[in-house]
């Protein structure tokens, strides 16, 4: 793939990249990686910035018990290596994995570097995704502590349904298994999989081949429920 082909792909990159230094630009690589691939190792030594064109990664904090919490998802325009780089550290202390295919700009550290300290668009640019992330990640960590495993679950059903139940679909299979949504909710197995029979139970979700199925009856129901619990009244 090259330059041109990449702003095609990825036209929100223009705006990033308007100011760079021709050496710089000469240095970077464009590099295409398969879903399901770790894109940068927790505690490994980074020696290079990244932007993340196109696709979807996550990040991801593995520990030595073998348990593995998923901090966000994240969509292009992204980066690898700003929080690192920004914080002055050598290592990186999350896993980033693809989702979907993911398109690379990669350039050496020490480039980015002296780029980000000559260009305010840049920095500007970068601090406020930064921002933003911090911002939902904030929100999110809230609502995990306060509200309850049903709220969380069917809020996220919802959210779901929001972006794939369009057009004249009636219904929607969530595609993910019980420890993907674990790790997506922060909720542990043995919870989730409570909660999952006791919305099941009470007509507000669907099973179909182990996958969690929701239709536009069950959506609706679930808005009226997440308002109730929103105001501190649950009903389990």
């Known amino acids: 793939m090259n330059w041109e082909e990449l702003l095609k792909r990825a036209p ?12 710089i630009k000469a240095r970077s690589v464009i590099k295409v990686i398969p879903p399901g691939q770790i894109i940068h190792q927790k505690n490994y030594e980074l020696d290079y910035f990244a932007f993340v064109c196109c696709g979807d990664h996550r990040a991801i904090n593995e520990f030595e018990n073998g348990n593995v919490y998923m901090i966000e998802k994240n969509e292009a325009i992204d ?6 780089i920004l914080a002055g550290q050598e290592r990186t202390s999350v896993t980033l994995e693809t989702i ?23 920095l500007y640019l970068i601090a ?16 995990t502590l306060f509200y309850p495993p049903n709220f969380l679950l069917l809020e996220y059903l919802v959210q779901y349904a929001d972006k794939h139940m369009t057009g004249n679909k009636t219904s929607i299979t969530v595609p993910f ?4 949504l674990e790790e ?3 909720i542990n197995i043995k919870t989730l999989n409570r909660t999952v029979k006791k919305l099941k139970d009470t007509g507000m979700i669907g099973i179909t081949k182990g996958k969690l199925t929701f239709d536009k009856e069950q959506y609706n129901k679930a808005v009226a429920e997440l308002a109730v619990l929103r105001k ?3 009903h389990w």
């Open 100 to 122: 979907t295919e993911c398109v690379l700009l990669q350039m050496p550290r020490k480039d980015f570097e002296r780029w980000i300290k000559e260009d305010i668009n840049l």
């Open 128 to 143: 406020s995704k930064v921002a933003f992330k911090l911002y939902r990640s904030s929100s999110k960590n809230g609502a």
């Open 177 to 180: 298994t019980r420890n993907q």
């Open 79 to 84: 980066f690898v290596g700003e929080v690192t």
């Open 232 to 234: 501190g009244a649950n």
């Open 184 to 186: 997506e909710l922060g």
């Open 12 to 23: 929100k990159l223009e705006a990033y990249i308007k100011h760079m230094p021709p050496d």
